[in-house]
């Protein structure tokens, strides 16, 4: 049977996540899928709950990306692997999906090099910014999700990972989800958003291969950037088809493993 990555942005977390979990439990029979989510809307919102202001940076290369200090660390294990998870556990055993919700520390699933450090840009200068919990993945072991799959039962995954020295760090979802569909042997990464795909000129971009989606991410701003990125990642080291696609359309998962919906990248 398949094995197909399903990847949940944290925009479809909140409005639209029960039109995804039931095309999700749909196609459950005839896939093997695995649940990677994100949750950064939700760290914000807790955040704030909490009296903390969330701290974004512009990476020298213009990436948008959370300062996540050690207080923000804890906030986003709470609204990532608490609330968020449960949440889409919740969801599909109500739909009779035997989910099961793990972070990347577990087994560990994800180690991470921790970034300690970041490297921003402040007007024309860059500057180092210290003190950071987010990391990169390295190393990705795919025994506890092989084990849960052979199972029956359906892994929802928070991307947090535990780094080198022990650590758990908050990593990036999209690239966790590129690299954990490596390391299972996933057919295919489909990474649900709230917009249709890749829009450049107000239209959506239905197909590329990864060498036309390398010469467009300089036009590609926002979120969207981030995505296309994990998605030439997911295709370099060997995954064989990423479709980016909108969680607020009918049947989302469907359309996509039928490549009906989205944008669809290949080598």
Excluded: W
Excluded at 12 to 41: Q, Y
Excluded at 101 to 118: E, H, N, Q
Excluded at 154 to 171: K, M, R
């Amino acid at each position: 049977m398949e094995k197909v990555i399903v990847k949940i942005g944290g925009s479809i977390a909140g409005e639209g996540l029960e039109n995804v979990v039931n095309d999700v439990a749909a196609c459950v029979k005839d896939k093997k899928i695995v649940i990677v989510h994100g949750g950064g809307p939700q760290i914000d919102s807790l955040s704030k709950r909490l009296g903390k202001e969330p701290i974004y940076f512009t990476s020298p290369s213009g990436f948008k990306s959370r300062f996540t200090d050690e207080e923000t660390r804890d906030i986003a294990l709470l609204a990532m692997a608490g609330y968020v998870n449960k949440k889409i556990v919740s969801l599909l055993g109500f739909r009779g999906v035997s989910a099961v919700g793990i972070s990347g520390a577990d087994g560990p699933t994800l180690i991470a090099r921790r970034k300690d450090k970041l490297i921003v840009q402040d007007g024309g200068k860059k500057r180092v910014v210290r003190g950071d919990y987010s990391g990169i993945v390295e190393e990705v072991d795919g025994t506890l999700v092989n084990i849960l799959l052979s199972s029956g039962f359906t892994p929802v995954i928070a991307p947090i990972a535990l780094s080198h020295e022990g650590e758990l760090v908050n990593v990036d979802g999209d690239r966790a989800a590129a690299q954990l569909a490596k390391a299972i042997g996933a057919n295919m990464l489909i990474s649900v958003t709230d917009v249709p795909g890749l829009m450049l000129d107000e239209q959506l971009v239905r197909k590329l291969t990864a060498n036309e989606a390398r010469r467009l991410i300089e036009e590609i701003g926002g979120g969207m950037k981030k995505k296309i990125f994990a998605a030439l990642e997911a295709i370099r080291i060997g995954v064989p088809l990423v479709v980016v696609c909108s969680g607020l359309e009918e049947n989302p998962i469907t359309r996509s493993l039928k490549l009906e919906s989205g944008t669809v990248i290949t080598q």
